[in-house]
Structure formats: C-alpha cells, structure tokens
C-alpha cells in the first residue's frame, strides 16, 4: 500500500471554454485515484461535514482507503481558479483552507506499519508530522508548491533532507535551487537529500535524476487539453503506484515509472477535474505508454 | 550532397561570461559544418571580400563545397548580439546585411542535378530562387526566422508550398501557424504543404511531425549551455546530414535523424560559435546518440 497526504477539496475551476463548480479535487484525490489503478493507497487528510458522500464513494470505489480521513466540523477546503485562454497561466480566485486550518495527519494503526509513502502538497509541517508517524518506511516521495518555499521554507528543506524522491515542477526546482539550468538544478537538489529528483515541465515532460544520471522524456503528445488542474499529482500516482507495485527502485523501473507517470498527467487533463481518469481502465494505460514508448523509440 | 542556402556571416556575440568578436557565423557556416560530418554539402550564399581566408579553409577543409558562394564587392553580413544571463534571451545589437542586401543566390552548374536542399534562413525570395534553379530537387527542407513572418508572410508562404520539410522553433510554429497548442500547430503546418514538420523547443527538445503522428523528443541534458548561437542549423545539419546519408525518408529513419540533429545542437552549444562542432570526431557524434538512445529507453 502506499499511504499518501494531501488535500482532499472542491474545486470550482473557471477555463474560457467551461466552468465546473465545487467537483472534487485536490492533490490527495488525484494522487490516489491515478495510483489506485497500480496499488493500493491509503490516504491521510480532513474533510468538512459538508464533503459529499459521492466524492468518498468513488474514491471507495476505486479501493482508495480512507479510514486516514477525518470528517471535521466545518467545511472542506475550497478552490477557485481561473485558467487563461492558452490554459498555461492559471489565477486564484479563492483558498478557503478551512478544515485544513487546524489540521493535524493521524495515521490510522492499521497504515502505520507501511513502507512507501507520497507527501503531497500539504504544509512542510503537516507532511513532516505525517513521517513521524510511519516509522517503517522505506521510500518516501513528496511534492510540493511555490506558497511552501516562499512561506515555510525552513521546514520545507528540514521534511526534504528525509525524504527518497523530490517530485516538483520547473519553477519550484530553479526557487528551491536557485540555479536556472534545470540540470545543475536537480543536481543540487538531489545534493540536499533525496537521491531521486523528478522535474515536471508540464507539456514539455520531464527530467528524472537518479545517481549521476539525468534522464529526459518529453511528453506525451496532446492536441487537446482540456483542464491541467492534477496534472501533476496524476503523474506522481502513476509515478509512485507503479513503484509500488512493482516494488523496485532500480534506474530501469523508475524510467518505466516515469512513462507510466507521463501518460497518467495525459489522461488527467484530456477532461475538466478527475473525468480524464474516471474513463479510463487498466487496459487504456498499458496501450497508451506502448503508444509512448514507439513514439520515443527510434 | 545536400545543397544548402542562407547565410555565411561574421558574428559578435556577447554573453555574461565572454565576448567572441568577428567568428564565423551564420546559418550556412553551422548548417554546411553540422551536415559535413554524414554527407558532402554544397554551399550557395555570398560573403564580402573581407571574408577571412582561414574561414573558408575551415569549411573547405570539412569537404564543404563553396563554389555557390559569390565574393561581392563590399562588407560581409555582420551581426552582434548579446545574451541574458540565462542565455535565454537574445537581444540584437546590429545587423548589418552588407552583401546580403541586393544578394541573388546562382546554383553552380556542377551542382544543379542535386537532389536534397536545405533553405537555411534568408528572405524567402532568395530561398525560392534557388529552388527554380534545382529542377530535379526530390527532398526540400527549410527553415525560417520570426523577420520573414513578421515582413514577407505571403512569399514565405508560397515557399513553405514547395518544401517537404519545414524546420523551425516553436515561436515561429505558433505565429506562422495562429494555433497555441503545438500539436495543432504542427498539424495546420503540414496542410499548408510540407508532409514533414519540425517544431524545435530549444531546451526542452523537439516534436516530429510525418504523416498522422506526432513523435516527441527530449533535448539532450545539459549542465552547461556556452553559446545558443547556431544550435537550430546545427540541429539541421545533423537531421537533413543524416537523411542525406542514409537517402531514406521513412518515419523511422526520419526518428533516427532528429535523434543526430539535436545531438549535433547540444555540441554546438557547449562551446562558443563553431568552437562546440570544431572539437568533436565523428566517433563522439555515434557515442553521444547511442548515449541519448539510453537515456530514453525505458
């Protein structure tokens, strides 16, 4: 099982083509749900009283666990944004933590045995508070946002010294790192702690380091995209849930993880919150990283 | 041989970390050099007659064939330019056309029955001037700059008609094409005539475009980007160099080409002006693709 923390929220997101209102969202719900399609996962977060059952059914469903889950009294963490013409500039309309404010992971004792693990985006101090509770672990993955480096940024490198894989985008890796080459970038990074480094580029793929090696891929070729919005923690659950189940670290599986990772962001944003991954099927994703691995082959 | 046009100049290129005064530029000189290395290059373009000797060796000395390039009375095209402290931005200082101004490219008559052109940047009337002048011409590939959009978009696309191949930069693939997503951009591209499209994104790799399918690449990863002058014409060089060689236009030597093509860009821009190609044997050229082709494969 991989137990992962995150946010589980409503999203209202606004893109010039549609608007979807209060849907589920939130790096938690995409993570689990891009990586349930590989392993099990446990998920380790807060709701509001006002948090639909539909949304904790479909990740059930899926065989996400949920009993890290607390129901709070008051709200679910709210967001609003707006996405620009192109869908490459994205703006905040609104952040209501809410449950969030206050909020404290609890592994439940049934997950705390469990060796892998995957912070999603959350404050450095809560995903920290999260490791310490997970004794047995063995690889640990995390992300995290801009709003963390600027704010939190002791703690942030304090949660990045523990942790086995860093997973975060071009604009974090040249903040965190304070180099513009993204090469040099993860190198340094890589030299803070976390022996894996992946740097997502979004449409232009990504770069993977392990050891002295920088691996690229591009990304998979979309004349449509639709909605971005868990991009990212779709790639990190098809990253991580292939990890986890295979089991293996090696250079060889993490590049396969990799394309299992690329082609999961794909299908996440061929539609508007989590519909890119609701219609797909276990078959959709080993035909599509073929599809992939021609493309890239030569 | 691959018949080539565009420009043979004198450039001073000033970076945050050293300034190269008065070297062999241009997009013939980095196209003809890159392509010397698969196949035998015949150059049609003009230079001053204060056109160094020890330029003209250099290129002579590649088995490159100048007998196309014009000696004018005057002063060889001169450019200056200056790049940002990420060498991400390039601001012209001075573009002085000199011989270029009233140019007219002449095919030799020893090269007229030439079968594969490359159209390195010029106005595109000199690029189809010389295509009038190569009746049996069988595989054109051609390139543009963001100048000719802005200035001569008709005659540009009159040319872009003509070619099989039409190599260029993301930039000019959104503006020539009015498409923001690159993979539409791509595609409206091929129907305005070339069945082969390239669009390069620098760091961030390339998208092949042949028949139906899209095909990504990754840039090769680099620490250290010297000078990013000349990497598109070496990145051609390389691409139609090795096609030429391999008189093959098949998707997957087409795949195998844009792998030499941006191993050829990334020598280029280890080094300052031709300084990157100058030191390389063809033995490194083989060991860097075969080194590329591992670091995708997964």
Redesign the interface.
């Known amino acids: 099982m991989v137990i992962c923390t995150g946010s589980l929220a409503l999203d209202t997101t606004r893109t010039p083509f549609k608007t979807v209102e209060r849907v589920l969202g939130g790096s938690a719900s995409y993570f689990a749900y891009s990586a349930s399609f590989f392993t099990r996962v446990g998920v380790v977060s807060a709701v509001g009283n006002d948090f639909p059952k539909e949304h904790w059914k479909l990740l059930e469903k899926k065989g996400v666990n949920l009993s890290g889950v607390q129901v709070l009294d008051g709200k679910t963490f709210f967001f609003d944004s707006s996405f620009s013409?192109?869908l490459h500039k994205r703006t905040a309309n609104a952040t209501e933590l809410n449950v969030f404010a206050d909020f404290i992971p609890r592994v439940p004792v049934g997950m705390q045995n469990e060796e892998i693990v995957y912070l999603g985006t959350l404050s450095p101090v809560n995903q920290d508070a999260l490791l310490d509770q997970l004794p047995r672990r063995r690889m640990v993955f995390m992300d995290t946002i801009e709003y963390y480096i600027q704010n939190n940024e002791r703690e942030l490198r304090e949660v990045i010294k523990k942790v086995d894989g860093l997973i975060l985008n071009d604009v974090e890796a040249r903040m965190l790192s304070g180099e513009?080459?993204?090469?040099?970038a993860g190198?340094k990074l890589q030299a803070t702690g976390p022996k894996i480094v992946v740097i997502k580029?979004g449409?232009?793929?990504c770069?993977l380091f392990e050891g002295t090696?920088?691996?690229?891929?591009?990304?998979?070729?979309?004349?449509?995209?639709v909605d971005p919005t868990g991009a990212g923690d779709s790639f990190a659950g098809g990253f991580v849930g292939f990890l986890a189940k295979k089991n293996d670290f090696s250079p060889?599986t993490l590049?396969?993880a990799?394309?299992y990772g690329i082609v999961m962001g794909a299908f996440a944003v061929s539609d508007y919150a989590l519909d890119g991954l609701k219609k797909i099927k276990k078959a959709d994703i080993s035909r599509r990283v073929h599809e992939y691995?021609k493309?890239?082959?030569?």
Not at 180 to 184: D, F, R
Not at 213 to 225: H, I, K, M, R, W
């Open positions: 013409y192109d513009h080459n993204l090469v040099k190198r580029k449409e232009h793929g770069l090696s920088v691996y690229p891929f591009p990304a998979f070729p979309l004349e449509d995209v060889k590049r396969q990799i394309a691995k493309l890239i082959e030569f």
